[in-house]
Each structure stands twice: as C-alpha cells, then as structure tokens.
C-alpha cells in the first residue's frame, strides 16, 4: 500500500511538472504585440504605468500565466479572458518582485453566476468569484462577465478578479482573515483592526462610500478596501487618508503615485488610432479583431 502511494504521489507529480513545462515552452519569448494592445485597451491599471512599469507588469503576466491554467466551464476561453485573469492577479502582488501565487493551480472561469454547490446560475446564491478550499483547493472561480465587467466599469470601486486575488494574497500566511502577512506586525495589526471596526460601523449607518459588503467581516473589508485602493486610488487618499496609508504598506503600492497618468476618457481605442503592439499600421488593420 506505501509502495503504490509513493508511486501515485509520483505521477501526480510528474503531471503537474509535465504541463507547467509545456506551458514554459508555449510561452512567448517576449511579450506579444497583440498582448499588449489587450492590456492597453481592457485594463486601465496598466493604461496609467509608465513605460518601464509596463514591462514590469507584462513579465507578471508571463509568469503567471506560465504557472496557472485557466480553464473555461461550460465557456471558451480566448487570450483576453486569460490576460483579464493575469492581470486581476497581477495588480494585487505588483509591489512584490517576483511574485507567485502559493496556493493557486488553476482558475476556473463559469459563464455566469453560481453557488456554493458550484451550481451555474443558481436561484439560491450569486456568486461572482470564489477562493476554492477543501476539495477545490488550489482553483479559484470566477464568473466571465463579472471579470470583464470589473475592467470595463472604472469608477464603481468594484472588480471582481482583483477582490478574488486580494483573497488569496490574505491567505498566504496559511489563513484568509483580512490580515495580510505585511500588517501581521502589531505596530500595523492593531490600527489596522481597530480602522476596519470604524470603518464597518460608518458602513452599516449609511455613512461611508465603501461598498457595503465590505462590512461582512474582516476578509471582505480588505478584498472591498483594496479594489477601491487599485481603481480609486486619489479619491481613496482623499476620503480615507488612514486607510489609503495601511492599504499601501498591505500592498506595498503607493497607487496614487505609481498611477501616473489619468485614465482616458475614451479607453476604447478607435479604428484609425496607432495600434499600441507596435506594427506602425492602424488598429483597424492590426489588432482591433483580436482584441475585440
């Protein structure tokens, strides 16, 4: 019985190092044009990066989509969901060199909302986004056309595939509990406690702009926090000086600052725009298609 257990552990082994290896070998060497005009038009947090950052970011995605599958249920899967994904990962960890995810294998995207049960479109529940445990541990759910719609609404506060990650950053002390590894220390562990108390009382009488479900527990206040911290960062600052400063030292961000330059009115590219991969040609003719 050890013997076939030993061997059991071997093959699971050898297949989750067999398929991230062909994922190393499928990815590009350098990052791809059509890549990059799908960050430029979907994803405002790396619209407003200066250029050097913008490298930066692209190498987090290359690493993570090297190591993370993403996988459609019921769904296709095209290069944008995947770099929605990879970029909702990203955000979260961009103060973090190098980073990798401990506790993610894989990540699920359904065609809409579900339940506890993993039912889709379930008369019960709507969930939008799930951290998996116990069973799907490693895998994290999302809903589709809830990430999509966390990018293309930019002032609402509210990306789902960022709340999700900041969930799984939480946890890589071994516990999702809204006390990230960084404000463990009790210099920040105690402020942060005692502003999360006085933030959730503001929210339950109606007195704050923080998204209500914030207010569930300690968790969902940073997850809620920390998408209004990545889309909101100046009116964040401005409202909530406290709170923007502990979210920064969680993050190791200073979005306010890093986000340099204002999120254009117009995101959508037009047809006759330069096509931002590069190829000198119009978007129309280059890349509109693909990142469509």
């Known amino acids: 019985m050890t013997s076939f257990i030993i061997i059991l552990i071997f093959l699971v082994g050898f297949a989750v190092f067999y398929t991230r290896q062909k994922r190393v070998a499928n990815m590009p060497a350098e990052f791809p044009g059509k890549w990059r005009a799908v960050l430029h038009q979907k994803v405002p947090f790396y619209q407003q990066l200066d250029q050097s950052e913008k490298?930066?970011?692209?190498?987090?995605?290359?690493?993570?989509?090297?190591?993370?599958?993403?996988?459609?249920?019921?769904?296709?899967?095209?290069?944008?969901?995947?770099?929605?994904?990879?970029?909702?990962?990203?955000?979260?960890?961009?103060?973090?060199?190098?980073?990798?995810?401990?506790?993610?294998?894989?990540?699920?995207l359904y065609p809409g909302s579900f339940d506890q049960q993993y039912e889709i479109n379930s008369k019960e529940e709507v969930i939008l986004g799930m951290v998996g445990s116990g069973t799907m541990e490693g895998k994290m759910i999302l809903s589709k056309p809830a990430l999509h719609r966390g990018f293309e609404n930019t002032s609402d506060k509210q990306n789902i595939g960022i709340h999700e990650f900041i969930h799984l950053l939480d946890k890589e002390d071994g516990v999702i509990d809204g006390i990230p590894a960084t404000l463990k220390d009790k210099a920040y562990a105690v402020p942060w406690l005692n502003l999360i108390h006085k933030q959730t009382a503001l929210i339950m009488k109606g007195k704050s702009d923080i998204n209500a479900y914030g207010a569930t527990n300690e968790k969902e206040f940073l997850a809620v926090a920390g998408e209004y911290f990545f889309e909101r960062p100046t009116l964040l600052q401005k409202n909530h000086p406290d709170l923007?400063?502990?979210?920064?030292?969680?993050?190791?961000?200073?979005?306010?600052?890093?986000?340099?330059?204002?999120?254009?009115?117009?995101?959508?590219?037009?047809?006759?725009?330069?096509?931002?991969?590069g190829s000198g040609q119009k978007f129309k003719k280059c890349c509109m298609d693909k990142s469509s």
């Open 55 to 108: 490298e930066r970011f692209e190498k987090g995605i290359i690493r993570f989509l090297t190591r993370v599958r993403i996988t459609g249920v019921m769904v296709e899967v095209d290069i944008t969901d995947k770099l929605l994904v990879a970029s909702s990962a990203v955000i979260p960890v961009f103060g973090f060199p190098d980073w990798h995810y401990s506790f993610l294998s894989e990540v699920l």
């Open 244 to 277: 923007y400063q502990l979210l920064s030292v969680a993050f190791r961000q200073d979005t306010a600052h890093l986000l340099t330059g204002a999120v254009p009115e117009k995101a959508e590219l037009e047809r006759n725009d330069p096509c931002p991969c």
